[in-house]
């Protein structure tokens, strides 16, 4: 066999494999179907603040809501919270709110939170916050999670990993 056309298997079969492994990719981290029930149980939560406070979700219906599962061991978590806080700033005169729900301990967030301090409510979900991710479509439990809400406290949007500014403008535009 020449060397152009080992040259030619190679790049095919390397595109082949690229290809599989994107398919693959999309399949397991596209989000999963909504569960009946799931949004009525979310919009019935409350939770806990970092600082002991009462986080009601029920306070934010009627309005455009994104959520955000997060954790502060998650590195792709971390990195999304400051395009969150920005999108939050530029959004929240629009009715827009963000909520990050911390699949952590309080500990952990207050001590991250002095590092980054956040500009939107945070609930602690712990690990019960998983299943509820996992109600809304999250069938691998990953983090980060976001869920966006309509005014009717339907879910619009879903995303399993990092959120992109596209994501957020695409969000904005449509969901209010």
């Known amino acids: 066999m020449s060397a152009g056309r080992r040259r030619f298997w190679t790049a095919g079969v390397a595109l082949a494999a690229a290809t599989a492994g994107a398919g693959v990719a999309w399949w397991r981290f596209r989000p999963g179907p909504v569960l009946t029930g799931a949004e009525e149980a979310f919009w019935s939560s409350r939770f806990e603040g970092p600082y002991g406070e009462t986080v009601e979700v029920a306070a934010w ?19 999304e919270l400051p395009l969150l806080n920005a999108f939050h700033d530029r959004q929240q005169a ?16 207050r001590e991250f939170m002095q590092r980054l301090p956040l500009r939107f409510p945070v609930g602690m979900a712990g690990l019960a916050g998983t299943d509820l991710s996992k ?42």
């Not at 219906?61 to 990195?79: H, M, Y």
């Not at 995303?159 to 500014?165: C, D, P, T």
């Open 61 to 79: 219906r009627g309005q455009p809501l994104l959520v955000n599962f997060w954790a502060t061991w998650c590195p792709p978590c971390v990195e």
């Open 94 to 109: 629009s009715g827009w709110q963000v909520l990050g729900l911390a699949v952590d301990r309080a500990s952990a967030v």
């Open 135 to 176: 109600m809304l479509g999250n069938v691998s439990g990953g983090l980060p999670y976001t869920v966006v809400f309509g005014r009717d406290g339907a879910v619009l949007h879903r995303k399993i990993g990092k959120v992109s500014e596209d994501d957020l403008a695409q969000w904005a535009r449509l969901s209010v």
